[in-house]
């Protein structure tokens, strides 16, 4: 693929690592492919970062036709730029589409653009302990058509931003609101894919957790409420007993690829993880009785995120001492030590951009 590249030539001032908020800062350049029907994928160019001019009548706008994806890259010490499991992204990003019946990008075509966007503002990887840079690749329908059917026309992005630490003061457990009113997805919805409404419907119910004092929303199936689902913007994993508990990829949750990575460590190591339904009585019964003893969120921009509360209709639920618990803190470092290049990566997980 021919990627046509222009670049700045008024070159943003970096910032600070240490005060980066999530999301805020973006650097020099962007990717853009564009999608016709009959020509297929083109015009592949990366370009100073900037606004994107649209059709007010693309369908993006009136129907939410747009799939996302958010991954990370990493400086080694040895000073290799590292991406994690890149791939996994690609083909994502395309069961995502398939479900919008958007044409699939091939992934050779997302791997190539990534690459040469990510080497280009290497610069911007911030090299300091646990900083990394967030990439945001997203995908969205262009056709000026207001009738509600399949769009003939996409265009493909990827922007870049700098990221401070998740935890500039360690892994402090978060509390959980149990969300019982409001629902994310059901069977045969789009709870599986990385879309950007799924994200819309659930912005009442985190802005209600947080009112609370509450940083997240657990949310339950949609159809009973009464089957866990995930947490927020993470899978959820529970240690029960000693055996590793996470539910089941049913398709009314969204296969995590640090959900997988975290399964295949735990496996190696020869910890029992088992992925099915499980209620919310089963979870409060084994926190009641003192068996569940950590549970945590995982997904690429926290890693691993502990929880030590659950508030569920005026009761609240206590995990583990106020700490991270010693599981979780293992697959923590563990998995950020592979990302980070610090450790043999015996997975082959990492991509090195060059
Ligand atoms: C992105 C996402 C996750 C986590 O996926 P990772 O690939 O691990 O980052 C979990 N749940 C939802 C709803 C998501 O959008």
Redesign the pocket.
């Known amino acids: 693929m021919e990627i046509k590249v222009t670049k700045t030539t008024n070159p943003k001032v970096k910032p600070d690592g240490d005060d980066l908020n999530f999301g805020s800062v973006f650097t020099d350049h962007m990717l853009l492919i564009d999608y016709m029907e009959g020509e297929g994928w083109k015009d592949a160019r990366i370009i100073p970062y900037q606004d994107i001019c649209l059709d007010p009548a693309s369908s993006v706008f009136h129907y939410g036709v747009e799939i996302f994806e ?2 990370k890259a990493y400086y080694a010490p040895d000073g290799r730029l590292l991406l994690f499991r890149p791939e996994a ?1 690609a083909h ?1 990003l395309n069961s995502s589409a398939a479900r919008l019946l958007i044409p699939e990008l091939p992934v050779e075509m997302f791997l190539e653009g990534l690459l040469a966007l990510v080497n280009l503002d290497r610069d911007w990887v911030p090299k300091r302990q646990d900083q990394s840079l967030y990439i945001r690749p997203f995908l969205f329908a262009t056709e000026p058509q207001l009738g509600v059917s399949r769009s003939r026309s996409y265009t493909f992005c990827i922007i870049l931003s700098p990221v401070g630490a998740y935890y500039p003061e360690g892994l402090d457990p978060v509390k959980i609101y149990v969300e019982t009113d409001y629902a994310r997805s059901v069977q045969g919805g789009t709870g599986h894919i ?1 879309c950007g409404g ?2 819309a419907g659930s912005l009442a119910a985190q802005y209600k957790a947080k009112q609370f004092g509450y940083s997240q929303v657990l949310w339950l199936d949609g159809a009973e409420r009464k089957y866990i689902d ?1 947490v927020g ?3 959820v994993m529970f240690v029960i007993g000693d055996e590793v508990l996470t539910p089941e990829l049913s398709g009314t ?2 296969p ?4 997988d990575s975290v399964l295949h460590l735990l496996r190696d190591w020869g910890v029992r993880t088992t992925e099915r339904r499980i209620s919310l009585d089963e979870l409060l019964t084994a926190a009641k009785n003192g068996r569940l003893r950590e549970a945590f969120g ?4 926290a890693v691993i995120s502990p929880i030590g509360e659950f508030y569920i209709r005026g009761e609240r639920y206590r995990v583990g001492n106020g700490h991270i618990g010693l599981l979780s803190q293992k697959i923590y470092n563990n998995l950020t030590d592979i990302q980070w290049g610090r450790i043999q990566d015996k997975f082959g997980w990492t991509m090195e951009v060059k």
């Open positions: 958010g991954m992204n994502r990385k799924n994200y995930e913007t993470m899978n949750i969204l995590g690829i640090t959900r995982v997904g690429t921009a």
